[in-house]
Structure formats: C-alpha cells, structure tokens
C-alpha cells in the first residue's frame, strides 16, 4: 500500500491511458478484413494446438513459432480464431505500452513518460498494428523491454538483470528472426556507459552482456528442436539483399525505401507526432543524457540497416522501432514546452490538442470504417484492397458448413498458401469440409468431386475472371474501392455444376 501511494499519480495516469488503449484495440477487433500472413500464423497456431508433434510447424516457412504457441491457448477463450489472434496482439501492445511509460520515465523522466504513453496509445501506427494477427507487435514488446533492461544494466551490474536482458532478447529472436537486431545493438548501448567508474565496472558489465548474449542465443537454439531450422537462414535470403548484391548501387534500395518512409511517417505517426520525435532527436543529440543516446542509437540503428538491405518493404517490418522513437517524442514535446515556458494547463492542452486532433480522426475511422481509413497508398493496397485481404471468408464458411450438414461439402480455393485457403481453414477447423487449395482456374480434380458431391469454389475476382465454366454465383464480397479508380476486386463463391 505504501507503494501505492507513493505511486498513485503514476498509476491514476497509467490506468487513464490503458483504458483508453483497449478503447482504441477492442471495438469492432474483427471488422478488418483477415490479412493473408494473419490467416497463415492463425492456421499454423491451430495445427500446433491439434498435433503437438508439429508445434514447429512454421519453421518450414523459415518463421518462428512462439507468437503461434502463445495463440494457442487464446483459442481456449475465444471462439473466433480471428478475434483470438488479433487479441493476443492487443495484449503484446499493452506490454509495448508499459515499456514506453517506464523506459521514458526512466531515461527522460516522468512528465516524458506520460507523453509518450499517450502518443503510443493513440497514434495509428502503433493501432493499426495492435489490431491485427501479426507477429510485429509482439516484437515490439520484447525491443522495448530489452532496451530498458540493456539501460539499467548500465546504470547497476547486476546478475538479475542480465539474466532477464537474456530471456527479452531470447523472446524477440523467438518471435521474429529480426529480433537479431537487439543482440546487433546491444555493444552501442556503451554509449551510456559513464567511464569515470571504475575499470572493474566495465569488465564486469561486459561480463554481464556475455552472460545475457549466451541466455538469448540458448533460447534461439530451442528452435533446433524441430525441423526445418535451416529455413530460417534460407528464407531471409528472399527478404534481404547481401552486400555483393549492392555493390555499384549502394544507394539502392536506401533511396526508395527513404520515399517510403515520407509517405507512411506523416500519415501513421501523423505531423505533430514526427515533429515531437524530430525534436527529441535533435535534443537528444546534443545533450549529456547518455542514455538518451541509447534509446536513438538503439531506434536508428536497425531502421538504417533496414532501409539498406531490405527487399521487401512495408510499414510493419519497422513497427519495432516506433516504440523508441515514441519515446523520443515524448521527451522531445517535454522540450519544446520547457523551451516556450509554457505553464502547465496550456501545455496539457496544447498537447492534448495537438497529439490528438489528427490521430483520433485516423484511429476513430480504423475502427468503424477500415476502407476510409486515410491510410499510406501500398498499406491501403495490401491490408484492403489486393488478394491479400479476405473478405467474407467467415461467413462463406459457416455457409459452407450449413451446407455439410446436408451433404458432404468439397470446396476448391483460388491459392494453396496464405489468405486462401487458410482464411477458409481456420473457420473450418472443426468441420467436415473438405478444403482444396488449387489455382486461378478450376481443377480436375474439383469437377471429378463436383460429380458426387456439393462443390464450391472461392476465388478473388480479378484472379479467377474468365476462367470458370459451368460454375454458378452464390455470393460477391466486395472489397475496398481502389483510390485509383481501378476495377474493383472481390470475394466470389461460386458452385461447381457437375
């Protein structure tokens, strides 16, 4: 209780805003349509739950399988697998919040930690992400924690804490092979280092990241234990460019992925969210807060490695830096009202103001209306728009399984892997349909089926068009209208005539 009230501004405020984050996370969680990698990592969660010899399922794709272990008892709770997923995302959000609010507090201080904290909970970067299936947010949680564990080391060589830097950093490598990035980083967190101290603090610090390095590699070898591990080398060859691969253009991809970043910051972390960070950086910069230099390091660090090597690039690949560079926004709006001697009602509300006005409008309309969400243009595409996003699956497959009840059912999708058929999957887990991932065109095996029993077909719109013959319209989903007034792609169902 003395805790308590030592602390109760803290946890008043703290209580405030987790509120109002699962305000922003729980409403409408599912109204998204279902992301081709959140129907894949659900799927692969359901076939770890039913067959424990496959709990390493993943690795076969080169992915790490912990965010799908810790799926698997949210289907224990939760009847839609979708909700389920997208949940356990929610909560890896909240760990991500209280690691801004407490590395804050801790490297720039309290009235920081509360602006960051809100600034975390409202921007739509980081509500975008916490709404969805996807394995970033979790990485997220475990950047954020290993970063405050990595400062405090610093600050007290102790064993308790290595140890617990270790499992942060073994978690992220679980989760997502980029949490290599933490163990990458960690020497230049010496940034924080105050040398004035003895020469046995530096050794014994050095033997505390020894210590801490070993635990998180030892939690990465667990991976050995199932099959498949050398995908996770093989596959990270499909998403990064080697050095010999740059050589004559060492510019490219850095240029383009630099314009990607101009169009996704100022919509996702909005203006007045990247003029808080740009001004925290700049502080942090040329301050004597050596800490603070950790956090920047720590933020800028993988996010240049990123923008250098990286094949493929989207918004969510850097949402395990965003946590870092909130931070720096928090402590950089601190600045900017000490700078302009605000006193501290018109701060609150300029604040309030400012972090709010353009983040509200944008989280307000993900959550009611995902489609007029003033999304970045190739996000829009990708989570709305393209085969990648499933609309309607849920409700084709309780159709579907009215239908078994009657006869057997066989349905053929338009896709092997991803969106179709493990967005139909995972709602007919517990089903007697039988699923047939096929392509763009019906098989033979599908009009062989459609002879003695009730068959189906689900395809995207723009995919399958012109392919099918003798096949009859059930139900048309459609998705998002393009902004660039191209056709409008969709859902189809259709029935297969013998």
Not at 102 to 110: A, I, M, P, Q, S
Not at 277 to 283: A, D, S, V
Request: zero cysteines; charged letters at 20%.
């Amino acid at each position: 209780m003395k805790l308590v009230f030592k602390y109760k501004t803290e946890i008043f405020v703290l209580a405030i805003l987790i509120i109002l984050y699962f305000a922003l996370r729980l409403p409408n969680l599912t109204l998204q349509p279902i992301f081709a990698d959140e129907a894949i990592y659900i799927r692969w969660a359901q076939v770890m739950k039913s067959e424990p010899t496959l709990r390493f399922v993943s690795l076969s794709d080169g992915k790490t399988p912990f965010f799908m272990w810790m799926m698997v008892p949210m289907f224990k709770i939760f009847d839609d697998p979708l909700f389920a997923g997208r949940f356990l995302s929610v909560i890896a959000g909240l760990g991500t919040l209280l690691g801004v609010f407490f590395l804050t507090r801790k490297v720039f201080g309290k009235q920081a930690g509360y602006w960051s904290s809100l600034i975390y909970v409202v921007t739509p970067y980081t509500v975008f992400f916490d709404r969805m299936a996807l394995v970033d947010s979790m990485l997220a949680a475990f950047t954020i924690w290993s970063v405050y564990f990595a400062i405090w080391l610093l600050q007290s060589q102790r064993l308790d804490l290595a140890m617990i830097l270790g499992y942060f950093l073994g978690g992220g490598l679980l989760v997502k092979t980029p949490g290599m990035f933490n163990l990458l980083v960690l020497p230049v967190s010496i940034l924080g280092f105050k040398f004035q101290k003895s020469s046995g603090s530096l050794v014994k610090l050095l033997v505390f990241w020894s210590i801490s390095l070993i635990i998180g590699l030892a939690i990465y070898n667990i991976l050995r234990l199932g099959p498949g591990f050398e995908q996770l080398s093989a596959r990270n060859q499909d998403y990064v460019f080697s050095p010999s691969e740059l050589v004559g253009r060492p510019l490219d991809p850095f240029i383009p992925h630099l314009r990607d970043l101009a169009d996704w910051y100022p919509k996702l972390l909005t203006w007045s969210g990247l003029t808080f960070i740009f001004i925290g950086l700049f502080k942090s910069l040329v301050s004597k807060n050596r800490l603070g230099w950790v956090v920047v390091a720590w933020a800028l660090v993988p996010l240049m490695i990123q923008l250098a090597f990286l094949k493929t690039f989207t918004a969510r690949y850097l949402l395990s830096s965003i946590p870092l560079l909130i931070t720096i926004g928090g402590f950089g709006f601190v600045y900017l009202s000490q700078k302009l001697k605000l006193s501290s009602l018109f701060s609150i509300a300029l604040g309030l103001i400012l972090i709010l006005t353009q983040s509200l409008y944008f989280d307000l309309t993900l959550i009611s209306d995902p489609a007029k969400a003033p999304l970045p243009r190739a996000e829009r595409r990708g989570y709305l728009e393209d085969w990648t996003a499933g609309y309607g699956l849920k409700d084709i497959a309780q159709f579907l399984d009215e239908k078994s009840k009657e006869d057997k059912v066989v349905v053929g999708t338009e896709g092997f892997f991803g969106t179709l058929p493990d967005g139909l999957y995972i709602y007919l887990d517990k089903s007697e349909v039988v699923v047939i991932g096929g392509k763009s065109a019906i098989s033979e095996q599908i009009r062989q089926t459609a002879k003695d029993n009730l068959t189906y077909f689900v395809g995207n719109k723009k995919r399958i068009e012109g392919n099918l013959k003798d096949v009859e319209l059930v139900r048309e989903y459609l998705k998002a209208k393009p902004l660039d007034n191209s056709p409008q792609d969709a859902i189809q169902l259709y029935k297969v005539n013998p």
